[in-house]
T-cell receptor, first 117, second 111 residues
Framework: NAGVMQNPRHLVRRRGQEARLRCSPMKGHSHVYWYRQLPEEGLKFMVY????????ESGMPKERFSAEFPKEGPSILRIQQVVRGDSAAYFC???????????????FGAGTRLSVL | GQQVMQIPQYQHVQEGEDFTTYCNSS?????IQWYKQRPGGHPVFLIQLVKSGEVKKQKRLTFQFGEAKKNSSLHITATQTTDVGTYFC???????????FGQGTELSVKP
């Protein structure tokens, strides 16, 4: 059973370019979460999606960032016109469902390390 | 707002010594999850605590959830070099949805 798959693992962009990060959840998981981790810091929640729906985007910057989880295919986190401050590790996690016990445990992918030159 | 504080930020121990990290939430949690992240790696799920006062053990690791479901701890007995990494607690307030992560405790173990 493959885990959460993220690609690319490393992404280098110049200021002003677009970055697209992809995440395929674990088989059977319908909930996807994106987190950002700056160097030497903890993980900060960005957005929570189910298939075709954004459930919670309270952690997402208002401009330049967007996320989707289409009916078919991976979840995409898109950053337009990247700036140096966007350099970070972006982790995707998935869970099978929500609920009090076990089902809302989040399993993380290996992450995408974004470097903005 | 919902916030999870974790201390200490760093802990350096001699191999064989014990290690403890503590998490405290400003408000009552639905459950708390613990993760370990190795340098350059990704968070790996360790355990979930759901019930008030719950204690769970995994070999040398002991996890506790406070009676008020606002605090939690992870204790490692007789640390080994393989325990090196950063340990994060993550609070779940809504039985699903976003996790609020603590700042993490970076553990280094001197052989």
């Amino acid at each position: 059973n493959a885990g959460v798959m993220q690609n690319p693992r490393h992404l280098v962009r110049r200021r002003g370019q677009e970055a697209r990060l992809r995440c395929s959840p674990m088989k059977g998981h319908s909930h996807v979460y994106w987190y950002r981790q700056l160097p030497e810091e903890g993980l900060k929640f960005m957005v929570y999606l189910q298939k075709e729906n954004i459930i919670d985007e309270s952690g997402m910057p208002k401009e330049r960032f967007s996320a989707e989880f289409p009916k078919e295919g991976p979840s995409i986190l898109r950053i337009q016109q990247v700036v140096r401050g966007d350099s970070a590790a972006y982790f995707c996690a998935s869970s099978p469902a929500t609920g009090p016990i076990a089902k809302n445990i989040q399993y993380f992918g290996a992450g995408t390390r974004l470097s903005v030159l | 707002g919902q916030q999870v504080m974790q201390i200490p930020q760093y802990q350096h121990v001699q191999e064989g010594e014990d290690f403890t990290t503590y998490c405290n939430s400003s408000t009552t949690l639905s459950n708390i999850q613990w993760y370990k992240q190795r340098p350059g790696g990704h968070p790996v799920f360790l355990i979930q605590l759901v019930k008030s006062g719950e204690v769970k053990k995994q070999k040398r690791l002991t996890f506790q959830f406070g009676e008020a479901k606002k605090n939690s701890s992870l204790h490692i007995t007789a640390t080994q070099t393989t325990d090196v990494g950063t340990y994060f607690c993550a609070g779940d307030y809504n039985q699903g949805g976003k996790l609020i992560f603590g700042q993490g405790t970076e553990l280094s173990v001197k052989p």
